[in-house]
């Protein structure tokens, strides 16, 4: 069993088990405010709801009329979701002391909670007047210029947080993903590797620099920097599946499955690396080998539905019709109306030439989610496949009205309409696949080489090209 009291000082200890001793024996004994607080803080921390407000309570009770335990109140009110009651209290204990910290603070966190990123800043701001904590409180307006939109602000306020306090991995990653999101992955690379001058040994720093290198696709480099927060932490689970994605991406397999492997004799997540590994040796066609890994990954965890369905699919592609449905009926016992699990199940009983089950999963998959572009291609190459043309153009006209890229719409739709000879219709479409690219547009004839033969086709995609 965990101990509850494994990152607190004996003296938090000794009060939380007198205070839950005395409730026990239905005793009442005295505690002065102080202790009251470490005991309600203890709770609050620990996530503990009934003995946070059994505290509270024991507290008011003794003193009805200290500030320090209406603030705790209010912690108890906002974990009800009582946010206008708890503000009520805030705001009254503003008045009384316009300079307590504590109170400032937690207006931000109420602010931020309630949805007004500049009502919170504005408390931050007043809070970190007294410099205290200010790793947290300028981390804190970062995440609320990041609501705002405003990542350029917020930059500023990680690194400020990191300043104050460079152990604030919060603000570390945060950082990352506001360069990201501006485009800055140099001004990040930049950053990080100066930060790991001053502090050599932050497994954070070193990853959030892989993760920009990942993003600048300098992958030689960014496993370096994985392979450095590896070393400080062997159980930095996130470290190797980074490491292990550039070297998918470099194509260089083995390894990326060797750093894997390091990391099942590591980390605790052992049925994500096992997940992992069969994916990589399904994409190489080894189904044999991948249905091994994907075994052990649901014996490690059951009830994970996508696993029973990639133990499916490989299943499937070695032709074991009754094992893969076998394993189709447990990934839907343990995921049931999961869209994405319904279009693999879709995938696999058009594999067996089940056509009946697959349209039914299609159909299903695709009435619980409408914004997957996937779902609406896959569903559509399957009657392409069959020459029912007309289904098909309907699917793909209904997801265009949901879809991401219209590419890939068009791009099917243009073949569709070539087909059943549907002239006008024909270069609409492929007049909209220019309009996106006109590389892309020549994959139009690779899935139909005889668009190839057709003068008015060549016409429309030279001229543009």
Not at 180 to 199: G, I, R, S
Request: net charge negative.
């Amino acid at each position: 069993m965990t101990d509850r009291f494994k990152n607190y000082n004996p003296e938090v200890r000794e009060l939380v088990l007198d205070f839950e001793e005395m409730l026990d024996r239905h005793e009442q004994h005295y505690f002065d405010v102080d202790q009251l607080e470490i005991i309600i803080d203890f709770y609050l921390e620990s996530l503990d709801a009934d003995m946070l407000e059994r505290s509270v309570v024991f507290a008011e009770g003794l003193f009805p009329n200290a500030n320090s335990i209406r603030l705790r109140r209010s912690h108890l009110l906002c974990t009800k979701e009582k946010y206008n009651e708890a503000l009520a209290i805030l705001q009254d204990l503003e008045r009384q002391e316009p300079q307590n910290t504590d109170v400032l603070y937690a207006l931000g966190a109420l602010y931020s909670v309630k949805e007004q990123p500049r009502k919170a800043i504005q408390y931050y701001q007043k809070a970190s007047a007294d410099g205290y904590e200010l790793g947290m409180v300028y981390g804190n307006i970062g995440d609320e210029y990041v609501r705002l939109g405003q990542d350029r602000e917020a930059v500023g306020y990680y690194q400020r947080a990191l300043k104050a306090n460079p152990a604030e991995e919060r603000s570390l990653y945060n950082l990352c993903e506001s360069f990201h999101f501006l485009h800055k992955e140099l001004q990040a690379v930049d950053f990080y590797e100066q930060f790991l001058q001053e502090h050599p040994y932050n497994k954070a720093a070193w990853h959030c620099l892989g993760l920009s290198y990942q993003g600048l696709l300098a992958y030689e480099k960014a496993i370096d920097a994985f392979e450095y927060a590896i070393t400080i932490d062997k159980k930095f689970s996130d470290a190797y599946l980074r490491q292990s994605a550039c070297y998918h991406e470099l194509g260089q397999m083995s390894e990326a499955v060797s750093i894997l492997r390091e990391g099942l004799d590591q980390v605790d997540d052992k049925s994500t690396f096992d997940a992992l590994i069969a994916q990589y040796y399904m994409e190489q066609g080894n189904y044999e080998t991948a249905r091994i890994y994907l075994k052990q990954a649901t014996e490690l965890d059951p009830q994970a539905g996508e696993l029973w369905m990639s133990l499916a699919t490989c299943c499937a592609a070695l032709n074991d019709y009754y094992v893969s449905m076998d394993y189709i009926e447990r990934a839907m016992k343990e995921s049931p109306n999961e869209p994405y699990l319904l279009i693999d199940a879709a995938r696999i009983y058009a594999h067996f030439n089940e056509e009946e089950k697959a349209i039914e999963c299609f159909e299903e998959g695709l009435s619980l989610t409408s914004y997957n572009d996937r779902c609406w291609t896959d569903y559509a190459d399957f009657l392409i496949d069959r020459k029912n043309y007309d289904r098909a153009i309907e699917v793909l006209q209904q997801g265009l009205t949901n879809c991401e890229e219209s590419f890939y719409f068009n791009e099917r739709l243009a073949v569709c309409y070539f087909l059943t000879g549907r002239r006008n219709f024909l270069f609409n479409a492929l007049q909209a696949c220019l309009m996106v690219s006109k590389e892309w547009t020549m994959e139009v004839l690779e899935v139909c080489p005889a668009m190839r033969l057709d003068p008015e086709v060549m016409s429309i995609i030279n001229s543009e090209l």
